[in-house]
């Protein structure tokens, strides 16, 4: 079976732009979470994160149309106003955790997460040999899970976009690389799907995002009640393996503290067309994504409007 549609082997993907994604942004913030208590760059967090939230019109008018999708709200309820609002204070939350929290020893950073749930599913599935795939959406603190995994234990690699800049995907990924995280980074190549492959032939554990076609190379899925192009790849390379795939989440807790969920594994569909067989599969992923962001809207980072779009 293909592993990726090989049409444009030199194509680079980045990540979304966005004005804090800089050298002098992120080494700013890096600095300043260096040098001050959590408390403090949580709260300068949410103060720049309310300030960007009042100029940025469009990502407000698209995490209202998503939430009103998901929620079956108007977009101008005051329910999804009020969402919209607590997304922006949780991101910027979530950014002063991404740089403080690296910076720390283990015990330190420990003591920022509560549990981890589901781990008997991790263990039945290493335990067969063929490696798992930990699939998740852009909801809660993603970046965590694979720091709550190397805490547990557990050879990771996470597939990511890389940063818009050389400086801040060098950094970045010195954050993950400190933890033991092999950061495997998309493209258009072959090379990135091998590279997962391998992993998973060691029976490692590979975290990849789920809800974005990045590639172009997407099959149509209905996603709260649109038609939308999941990425194929986490599909096809736990068919090529025969790796578990988990659904897995990283959140926020009242008290400010994260908690893991390692979903029970989703049982592939193997028999069928090609087509048939990942789009099949690709509606299961989509049906816990749902349930998740239902439950906790408030920490759904989704600003680009959900649309019905055309099948490749």
């Known amino acids: 079976m293909q592993l990726l549609h090989l049409k444009q082997l030199s194509k680079k993907i980045y990540m979304r732009n966005h004005w804090l994604d800089s050298?002098?942004?992120?080494y700013a913030i890096y600095g300043v979470s260096k040098a001050l208590p959590l408390k403090i760059c949580r709260r300068l967090g949410r103060m720049i994160s309310l300030t960007v939230y009042l100029f940025s019109g469009k990502d407000r008018t698209g995490f209202a149309h998503n939430l009103s999708l998901a929620l079956g709200r108007s977009p101008q309820d005051a329910s999804i106003r009020k969402l919209?609002?607590?997304?922006f204070i949780n991101y910027g939350e979530y950014m002063a955790d991404f740089f403080f929290l690296p910076q720390k020893p283990p015990q330190v950073i420990q003591q920022s997460f509560a549990f981890l749930k589901g781990e008997s599913v991790i263990e039945k599935a290493l335990a067969r040999g063929k490696g798992v795939i930990l699939i998740s959406a852009h909801l809660g603190n993603w970046e965590f899970g694979g720091i709550m995994m190397r805490l547990a234990g557990y050879p990771l690699s996470v597939v990511t976009l890389p940063h818009n800049t050389?400086?801040?995907?060098?950094?970045?990924?010195?954050?993950?690389?400190?933890r033991g995280i092999r950061v495997i980074e998309l493209s258009a190549s072959p090379f990135s799907a091998i590279a997962?492959?391998?992993?998973?032939?060691?029976?490692?554990?590979?975290?990849?995002?789920?809800?974005?076609?990045?590639?172009?190379?997407?099959?149509?899925?209905?996603?709260?009640?649109?038609?939308?192009?999941?990425?194929?790849?986490?599909?096809?390379?736990?068919?090529?393996?025969?790796a578990a795939v988990i659904p897995a989440f990283v959140l926020k807790q009242?008290?400010?503290?994260?908690?893991?969920?390692?979903?029970?594994?989703?049982p592939l569909t193997r028999n069928g067309s090609r087509e048939a067989v990942i789009?099949?599969?690709?509606?299961?992923?989509?049906?816990?994504?749902?349930?998740y962001i239902r439950r906790y809207p408030?920490?759904?980072?989704?600003?680009?409007?959900?649309?019905?779009e055309r099948s490749q």
């Open 298 to 308: 408030e920490q759904w980072y989704s600003p680009d409007p959900i649309a019905e």
């Open 23 to 26: 050298p002098i942004s992120y």
């Open 84 to 87: 919209t609002r607590k997304i």
């Open 166 to 178: 050389e400086a801040t995907n060098t950094l970045v990924n010195r954050f993950r690389e400190a």
């Open 254 to 266: 009242a008290d400010g503290r994260y908690f893991g969920v390692l979903e029970n594994e989703i």
């Open 279 to 291: 789009e099949k599969n690709l509606a299961k992923i989509a049906r816990v994504f749902e349930s």
């Open 196 to 242: 997962v492959l391998n992993q998973l032939r060691q029976n490692g554990v590979v975290a990849m995002i789920g809800d974005r076609d990045f590639l172009g190379n997407g099959k149509p899925v209905n996603y709260f009640g649109r038609k939308v192009n999941f990425p194929i790849g986490p599909v096809v390379a736990a068919l090529a393996s025969g």
